[in-house]
Each structure stands twice: as structure tokens, then as C-alpha cells.
């Protein structure tokens, strides 16, 4: 028997697997963290990648606004946010002249504890906090319409500000390839009514809009032509380590900078086999993203692509906070499988958060899921409940019983921070 831990929750999860199979342990692979890391933030404000210095854009603007993820997300705002607002007082501006915008997308609004600590207490207490509510049309103002005709919105609090920035941090993500830069902008502050075509059946089903994918994802195309006409100036992004920290920094024009955060992440944390596995057990990389069952497919859609057709792929995930929204709770307590469930929502009205479903769907086409998240109850997950495990040595016994002798199993113990490939074909 070996034992291994694996992140989950806050403290994470050891798990004993049994004897047989060959285990290969895939972490997330990161660059070094910065030793330095206030210098090389200063640095990176005053050079930055592909455009003038925020102190230059800042000069002569009155107000601005900077988008920063929800609770959701790792970002260490309390880090970078201070050079930013910096940077925006020396030009002028006082605190209630810069609006903090928390990019919920159509997640929930973030608790007062919430904002302490994504911005830090004193930031919170000091600067003016836009919550945002995708649902509420009126907070939003109507831009036009994309090339392929997605109507766009935007909050109003953002688009009104004479600079506009973003605050992020860039992973793989399993529709845009690769999180930050304009996400921060639409889904982030976006009404639903953008929010629900950027991901519908048309965008979630292509091909290309997986993790990893970028250059020539529809989504991530779509997400930039919406973050043009919000007048997006300037991004501060960062890459993290496995704990962590920041291992990468970049600061600039929203397309260029993205784009080199992007290049650094691809070449410093992906991790090749020599070929795909049998199965594997992975995880939703513990707090925050395993607070939900939602924010837990991500761990399943990342696995995916190193497991052969047909293997099982185990998710460990606590699911403090249960199963998410109540329309993303309605629509998996009434999941029948996954092809039936494709064909519902293929030519009906988008609702909240099926799109995550959706993804788990297309992955339980090729794949049998299992699951340990002790947070939910079987009844409300639908026909996933009897793919459910109350234990987790009986999660695990499950998924290697069958296997044949030797058989290649995958553990990923940080789940979807962990960028896993088959090596190319020399």
C-alpha cells in the first residue's frame, strides 16, 4: 500500500493505493518564485510589455477602475493591487477616484470577510467596492455586438472610468486554454445576457476550446474582441508556483502581455508522459476551487487529456460550500447522462452554469467518472450520485479493481493547476 497526499480542502487528503498498478505522480510544475518580488513588480509598471508605462496612461485620467478575480481564484491581490493603486496616486488620483471591481461573472457576490481577503482589510476598507451582479441588467450598459453576433455587457462602474485595468493570475482553463488578461473583463463583468452565448453549445462543443488551447480557440478570439470594445488598456497578470507564489509577472497591453504570460506558462509548466494512461485520480486542487461541485469539474476536464479512451478517471474534492448556484444544483440534480443531457441543452435557452456540465458531459462520453466530495449528498447529483463514493478507500479500490496487471495509473494531486500532456511525436 502507498500512501499519498493529495490537495483537498485546506489540509488535503491522504489516500492509500492499493498495490498493482503503477502509479506516476504528475505535480504542477512551475518556474522558481521571484526572489525579489516588490522590485520586480516595480520593474514590470515601468516597463511593461507592449505599451507605455501605467504611470504615463494614468497621467491627465481623472478616475479608474480595476477588475480583480472573486474568491474563486488564488490571485494574490493583496501583493500586486498596492503597486497598482501606487502607481495611480502618483498620478494624481485619490482612493475614491479608483473603483475596485470584484469579476464575479455569474458567480455569487463576495461576503464582507470575502473582500478582506481578496483585496486585505485596509485596501477593502478604503476604496470603493463594485460587487458585481451579471443579472442585473441595469448595471450594465450594451456595447454593440461582436463579429459573430454576441450581444455585449458590460458594467457600467468599469466602462465609466477613464482607465481601465485588470488584476489576474494565468492557469490552463478548460474553455479558454489559459485564464487571465481579458477574462477579468468579460466573463468577469459582463451581464448574463454575454455571458450565456459565450458559453453556449456553439462555443463550449469546438474542438479547440479545452485547456492549453489558445491560439486558435473561438472562445478566447471572442473574449478579446469583447475586451477591445470595453476599451481594456491595461493588464497586470502573474504566473504561480505549486504553492503558490508568484513565479512570473506581466504587465502591459492586454493582447501582448497575456500573450507572454501565456509563452512562460506553456514553457515552464507542462508536464509530458511518453503516453496516455490507464486512469487516474486527481483532485480539485483543494481551497478555494473545491469549495463547489461546479468549480470541481475542472479536475476532471484537465485529467482528461491523458487518459485513454475509455479509462476512469476519480475525483477527490470537498465541496464545502455543496453544489453551487441553484441553477447550475437544478440542472445536475436532473442530469439523466451525459448524451442525453447534451442533446437537452443543445437548442434550448442557456441557462446559468450548464456550461460547466456540459464540459463534464463531453468528458463522460469518453470516460467513466467516479467521485469522493463528501459536501454533496447522491441525490443531488442526478445520475453522477451512483457514481459516488461515501469512502474514499472504496473510491479508490473502485477505480483500480478492473485494471489489467501493471496497468499505468495517473495521480494528480493538484488537479487542474497541474498542465498534463502526452509528449509529442518526434
Known amino acids: 500500500m502507498t500512501p499519498i497526499t493529495v490537495a483537498f480542502g485546506k489540509t488535503g487528503l491522504t489516500l492509500t493505493l492499493p498495490d498493482g498498478p503503477r502509479y506516476e505522480v504528475l505535480h504542477a510544475h512551475s518556474a522558481a518564485p521571484i526572489a525579489n518580488i516588490h522590485q520586480t513588480l516595480e520593474a514590470a509598471l515601468d516597463a511593461p510589455i507592449g505599451c507605455a508605462p501605467l504611470s504615463a496612461l494614468a497621467a491627465g485620467k481623472k478616475t479608474a477602475a480595476i477588475s480583480v478575480c472573486d474568491i ?24 475614491e477616484d479608483i473603483t475596485i471591481c470584484i469579476a464575479t461573472g455569474l458567480h455569487r457576490e463576495a461576503t464582507v470577510a470575502e473582500l478582506n481577503t481578496i483585496l486585505g482589510p485596509e ?21 454593440g455586438e461582436t463579429q459573430r453576433g454576441t450581444p455585449v455587457w458590460i458594467a457600467k462602474r468599469f466602462l465609466d472610468a477613464d482607465l481601465h485595468i485588470t488584476l489576474g493570475f494565468i492557469e490552463q482553463h478548460l474553455m479558454l486554454g489559459f485564464s487571465g488578461g481579458r477574462k477579468l473583463v468579460a466573463p468577469g463583468l459582463a451581464g448574463q445576457g454575454t455571458i450565456k452565448v459565450i458559453h453556449s453549445p456553439g462555443f463550449m462543443r469546438e474542438a479547440l476550446a479545452v485547456e492549453g488551447s489558445i491560439d486558435a480557440n473561438p472562445i478566447h478570439a471572442e473574449l478579446l474582441e469583447i475586451a477591445r470594445m470595453a476599451r481594456h488598456d491595461f493588464i497586470l497578470d502573474v504566473t504561480l508556483t ?16 497575456h500573450a ?17 494512461v490507464d486512469a487516474a485520480i486527481t483532485s480539485a486542487a483543494g481551497m478555494p476551487l473545491d469549495l463547489t461541485f461546479y468549480q470541481t469539474i475542472k479536475g476532471i476536464t484537465a485529467a482528461q487529456h491523458i487518459v485513454k479512451p475509455g479509462g476512469k478517471i476519480l475525483i477527490v474534492s470537498e465541496c464545502s460550500e455543496g453544489i453551487g448556484s441553484p441553477e447550475f444544483a437544478e440542472k445536475l440534480r436532473n442530469y439523466t447522462g451525459a448524451q442525453s443531457f447534451l442533446d437537452e441543452i443543445r437548442d434550448t435557452p442557456v441557462v446559468p452554469d450548464q456550461w460547466q456540465l456540459e464540459k463534464l458531459a ?11 466530495a463528501p459536501g454533496t449528498r ?13 469512502n474514499v478507500h472504496d473510491a ?11 496497468a499505468r495509473v495517473a495521480i494528480i494531486p493538484d488537479g487542474p493547476y497541474a498542465c498534463a500532456r502526452v509528449e509529442p511525436a518526434v
Not at 474563486?72 to 501583493?79: F, G, V
Not at 498596492?82 to 496616486?89: F, G, K, S
Not at 509577472?249 to 493582447?255: L, N, S
Not at 463531453?362 to 469522493?372: C, N
Open 72 to 95: 474563486t481564484r488564488p490571485a494574490p491581490n493583496s501583493t500586486t493591487l498596492p503597486h497598482l493603486l501606487d502607481r495611480l496616486h502618483r498620478a494624481g488620483m485619490r482612493p
Open 123 to 143: 485596501i477593502a476598507a478604503k476604496y470603493p467596492i463594485y460587487n458585481h451582479d451579471a443579472k442585473l441588467r441595469e448595471d450594465h450598459r450594451k456595447l
Open 242 to 257: 505549486q504553492s503558490r507564489e508568484i513565479s512570473g509577472i506581466f504587465a502591459g497591453d492586454p493582447v501582448q502581455a
Open 260 to 276: 507572454a504570460g501565456v509563452a512562460f506558462m506553456r514553457r515552464s509548466s507542462v508536464e509530458f508522459v511518453p503516453e496516455l
Open 362 to 372: 463531453l468528458v463522460a462520453l469518453k470516460h467513466p467518472l467516479t467521485f469522493y
Open 378 to 390: 447522491m441525490q443531488q447529483l442526478g445520475a453522477l450520485g451512483a457514481q459516488s463514493f461515501s
Open 396 to 406: 479508490v479500490d473502485d477505480l483500480v479493481r478492473d485494471l489489467p496487471q501493471h
